[in-house]
């Protein structure tokens, strides 16, 4: 599809942003207001999930090396056959102390400082009771977020989490960047900065709003795709000279353990097998497959 703008003039010449105030989600007219809203969840309470979006900024990318400065949890209800988001519920978000002066490129880049940060401490058992009520977590490059917050969590290492990053094909609406601060311009809205509660809410917002083509909130999406199983196929064996053609495919490679592989759908396995039999084995399969279980979705 192609590159499209929301917000753009009707002469095509200008794109108007407008500043994302809090969350105002968009919500079904049948939960429009209290009355509406009672009345429904009486009526279809088998519907209802509880799902939580949650952001965190760091003092780097290392998942080994770096911490948590910054964490900034939501909870929702959603209607789990539509993917429509019914209400905002709790909250949560905290500065952490890192213990050590914050790299200026963090500064520069989230606006936190170091007075902001010291003597500051997340409550981890205030956040568990936060994702105990889940039945979801949703991040945005879920991978990035989970590597840290399994450290630090009891209850998100058995959580089922999904990826708005992965779980969503943006390009194929016509957006060619799957970055957040990106698909926020696109659909017509900015935040402040690079912080972790303005992320969430962007995030919320953005899951909220309908795919042009199906008519459905871009959750629906990523609901049924997280319930979708992932295998990891491990190219093993596989000759020097297809080093491009698998990073170029999207496998990494594992120095550790020496050999390319990628985490697809389960359900895309055959066609992925016969691309490597054709294009890198030039033969039989000499990989290995490993099914991965959706609590395990996007561990470390």
């Not at 969350?23 to 009672?38: E, G, M, R, T, W």
């Not at 519920?89 to 170091?114: A, C, H, V, W």
């Not at 170029?248 to 396995?269: L, P, Q, T, V």
């Amino acid at each position: 599809m192609a590159f499209r703008w929301i917000g753009k003039s009707k002469d095509g010449n200008t794109v108007t942003l407008k500043r994302l105030e809090g969350c105002p989600i968009v919500k079904p007219l049948y939960y429009s207001d209290s009355y509406a809203s009672s009345i429904w969840l009486k009526t279809n309470p088998d519907q209802v999930r509880i799902g939580a979006v949650l952001d965190i900024e760091t003092t780097g990318l290392n998942q080994n090396e770096d911490l948590i400065i910054e964490i900034a949890i939501k909870q929702f209800l959603f209607n789990r056959i539509s993917g429509e988001i019914l209400d905002v519920r709790k909250s949560y978000t905290s500065f952490q102390d890192p213990g050590m002066p914050l790299p200026p490129k963090i500064i520069e880049i989230t606006g936190i400082t170091n007075e902001m940060v010291v003597d500051k401490h997340i409550d981890w058992s205030q956040v568990d009771i936060i994702l105990d009520e889940c039945s979801l977590m949703i991040a945005h490059n879920a991978r990035f977020d989970r590597s840290f917050i399994d450290k630090k969590s009891k209850i998100s290492k058995d959580k089922i989490w999904a990826c708005t990053y992965k779980h969503i094909d943006w390009n194929n609406k016509g957006y060619n960047s799957s970055k957040l601060e990106l698909l926020n311009i696109y659909h017509g809205f900015f935040t402040d900065s690079h912080r972790a509660m303005n992320d969430v809410d962007a995030l919320l917002y953005l899951l909220s709003l309908k795919d042009e083509n199906s008519n459905s909130p871009y959750l629906l999406e990523m609901l049924n795709n997280a319930r979708r199983p992932m295998t990891q196929i491990i190219a093993s064996s596989a000759p020097f000279e297809s080093k491009d053609r698998l990073k170029e495919r999207g496998y990494n490679w594992d120095a550790i353990h020496r050999f390319w592989s990628k985490i697809i759908f389960k359900d895309e396995m055959a066609d992925e097998i016969q691309w490597l039999e054709a294009d890198v084995y030039q033969g039989l399969f000499g990989g290995l497959t490993r099914d991965i279980s959706l609590s395990d979705n996007f561990k470390n």
